[in-house]
């Protein structure tokens, strides 16, 4: 197997840099939240209010286990994917992990004006970022290789991370 798979928090930018990493390398892109999203026939805050985070989490395991098999892609995670450990493993065995990371302040200029954010539906979300950042830093550290998105384009991620897997 030899896919890439981009983790980290929402607004890092893995879908954006997921798709332009694909077209870079020839390959298949796939987002898992657009594939929850259409195997559950609803939007991922409509599946978080009604069945619950538990259940979209089973969703995102049963996704990743669905795509393993299929070789030259560019996978797009959701920003928790790496909370249920074994996900990590899959994507490990099938794969190179990337992280995309940045910093909290610049991470909720980017989604602030997004409806679609669960998780960040709070009073305070800047703080709920960092705290939710904190939580998963063990996880995220996890991959194979970390690029802070926070000052770098899109186009340069990708130049980055091709560079790593390149060698």
């Keep these: 197997m030899n896919s890439v798979y981009l983790i980290g928090f929402m607004g890092t930018g893995k879908s954006t840099v997921g798709h332009?990493?694909?077209?870079?390398?020839n390959r298949t892109f796939i987002d898992t939240d657009e594939l929850i999203v259409e195997?559950?026939?609803?939007?991922i805050t409509e599946?978080?209010?009604k069945q619950g985070e538990d259940y979209?989490?089973?969703l995102e395991e049963v996704i990743?286990?669905?795509i393993i098999s299929r070789d030259d892609l560019v996978v797009s995670t959701g920003g928790g994917v790496i909370v249920n450990p074994g996900n990590i493993e899959i994507m490990h065995n099938s794969g190179i992990l990337i992280t995309l990371i940045a910093a909290p302040e610049i991470i909720y200029e980017r989604v602030k004006d997004y409806n679609d954010r669960p998780l960040l539906d709070v009073d305070n979300p800047i703080e709920e970022i960092k705290t939710l950042l904190f939580s998963r830093a063990s996880y995220y550290i996890k991959s194979d290789y970390i690029v802070d998105t926070s000052s770098i384009?899109?186009?340069?991620?990708?130049q980055e991370i091709i560079g790593y897997i390149s060698d």
């Design 20 to 25: 332009l990493l694909a077209k870079e390398l």
């Design 39 to 43: 195997k559950a026939g609803m939007e």
């Design 47 to 49: 599946i978080f209010k």
């Design 56 to 58: 979209f989490r089973a």
């Design 64 to 66: 990743l286990k669905q």
């Design 153 to 158: 384009t899109p186009k340069e991620t990708v």
